[in-house]
């Protein structure tokens, strides 16, 4: 059998592997036992019932000054702020957070995690803005300069580069580690009030509102399902070695933002406020996904589909949730 740390357990990524694994999404890995580290790891006992069991383990530890963490056969460290509010508010903060919580976890690993195998969850950011004629961004693509994005993501794409960095420097020494450049993501856990535009979008429909779009300009996002993203980054972590290989992590699946807003609006049967393009500007973050497919990764599941269960799995959260209050 198997152990799992995950670093930066209480958000999105880490709910979605607990829950996955309460579904036995990672038995084809034999895991048995999870460690979960978070600054307040231990409220999801309090806040997601539902993903808790024996084998769950809580530890309210900040990775960016704690000294010491679990053993573990697999480590997905997952720790960073993704609100879009916290790198408008205090970027340098935010990228000063995602750097010390990545050199030090890199210093605990050569302590605890000599025998483990270790992935870094990246983002497609640290490519830097794709190309508007570019369809799909593969691992191969020529990194842009920082300033390519958008300011609110510079920051947050700095950090990634430089942690990718450290990771890449425990290869050197012999570590097992990978990468995964994470694109977008559509599940029951995503947060439904940050700048995630479909779950704003599901928020919408959830509450009978009009779904409204706000950019006037072309956008083409992608998004794989909580699931496959679990699946996948257990694949990955498993072959991860000192070459420190790199994988997008995202579905190939694009779709223009104001097309979203209407097919999330017919699922719930209601009206999406789509404005007229008055910018051809376009805005393209749409990975290449042949390098995991190649390694092991199933294709993704289709967009409506995945939003459809991602629909239907927080209506049985909710319930759960309902009748075993914290």
Same mark, same amino acid.
């Given at each position: 059998?198997?152990?799992?740390?995950?670093?930066?357990?209480?958000?999105f990524?880490?709910?979605?592997?607990?829950?996955g694994?309460?579904?036995?999404?990672?038995?084809?890995?034999?895991?048995?036992?999870?460690?979960?580290?978070?600054?307040?790891?231990?409220?999801?006992?309090?806040?997601n019932?539902e993903?808790?069991?024996?084998?769950?383990?809580?530890?309210?530890?900040d990775?960016t000054?704690?000294d010491?963490?679990?053993?573990?056969?697999?480590?997905?460290?997952?720790?960073?702020?993704?609100?879009?509010?916290?790198?408008?508010?205090?970027?340098?903060?935010?990228?000063k957070?995602?750097?010390?919580?990545?050199?030090?976890?890199?210093?605990?690993?050569?302590?605890?995690?000599?025998?483990?195998?270790?992935?870094?969850v990246?983002?497609?950011?640290?490519?830097?803005?794709?190309?508007a004629?570019?369809?799909?961004?593969?691992?191969?693509?020529?990194?842009?300069?920082?300033?390519?994005?958008?300011k609110?993501?510079?920051?947050?794409?700095?950090?990634?580069?430089?942690?990718?960095?450290?990771?890449?420097?425990?290869?050197?020494?012999s570590?097992?580690?990978s990468?995964?450049?994470?694109?977008?993501?559509? $599940?029951?856990?995503? @947060?439904?009030d940050?700048?995630? +535009? &479909?779950g704003?979008? !599901?928020? /919408?429909?959830l509450?009978g509102k009009?779904?409204?779009?706000?950019?006037?300009?072309?956008?083409?996002r992608?998004?794989?399902?909580?699931d496959?993203?679990?699946?996948?980054l257990?694949?990955?972590?498993?072959?991860?070695?000192?070459?420190?290989?790199i994988?997008?992590?995202?579905?190939?699946?694009?779709?223009l933002?104001?097309?979203?807003?209407?097919?999330?609006?017919?699922?719930?049967?209601?009206?999406?406020?789509?404005p007229?393009?008055?910018?051809?500007?376009i805005?393209?973050?749409?990975?290449?996904?042949?390098?995991?497919?190649?390694? $092991?990764?199933?294709? @993704?599941?289709?967009?409506?589909? +995945? &939003?459809k269960?991602? !629909?239907? /799995?927080?209506s049985?959260?909710?319930?759960?949730n309902?009748?075993?209050?914290?």
């Amino acid at each position: 059998m198997a152990s799992l740390l995950i670093i930066g357990g209480s958000g999105f990524f880490g709910k979605s592997i607990l829950d996955g694994y309460k579904r036995g999404l990672l038995a084809p890995w034999k895991v048995d036992h999870i460690d979960v580290i978070a600054r307040s790891a231990t409220n999801l006992a309090k806040s997601n019932p539902e993903l808790m069991s024996e084998n769950i383990f809580l530890h309210d530890l900040d990775i960016t000054v704690c000294d010491q963490i679990p053993i573990a056969d697999y480590v997905i460290h997952a720790a960073a702020s993704t609100d879009a509010k916290n790198y408008l508010s205090r970027p340098a903060e935010e990228k000063k957070n995602i750097q010390l919580g990545t050199l030090n976890f890199c210093k605990l690993a050569e302590k605890y995690l000599t025998n483990s195998k270790i992935l870094y969850v990246s983002s497609g950011a640290a490519y830097g803005q794709q190309p508007a004629d570019l369809s799909h961004m593969s691992e191969e693509f020529s990194t842009q300069a920082i300033e390519t994005l958008d300011k609110i993501k510079q920051d947050y794409a700095a950090a990634k580069r430089d942690s990718e960095a450290y990771i890449q420097a425990l290869g050197m020494k012999s570590f097992n580690v990978s990468i995964a450049r994470c694109f977008a993501f559509v $599940g029951p856990y995503l @947060p439904r009030d940050q700048h995630f +535009a &479909i779950g704003n979008f !599901i928020e /919408d429909g959830l509450k009978g509102k009009v779904i409204n779009v706000k950019a006037q300009h072309p956008v083409y996002r992608s998004y794989l399902y909580a699931d496959d993203l679990v699946t996948w980054l257990m694949t990955i972590v498993e072959r991860s070695d000192p070459r420190c290989p790199i994988v997008n992590v995202g579905s190939d699946e694009a779709i223009l933002m104001g097309d979203l807003a209407k097919r999330v609006g017919n699922i719930f049967g209601l009206k999406a406020d789509v404005p007229r393009l008055t910018s051809q500007v376009i805005d393209r973050y749409v990975p290449s996904i042949t390098k995991a497919l190649e390694m $092991g990764c199933k294709e @993704p599941l289709i967009l409506s589909e +995945a &939003i459809k269960k991602t !629909i239907q /799995d927080i209506s049985i959260y909710n319930t759960i949730n309902e009748y075993n209050p914290s």
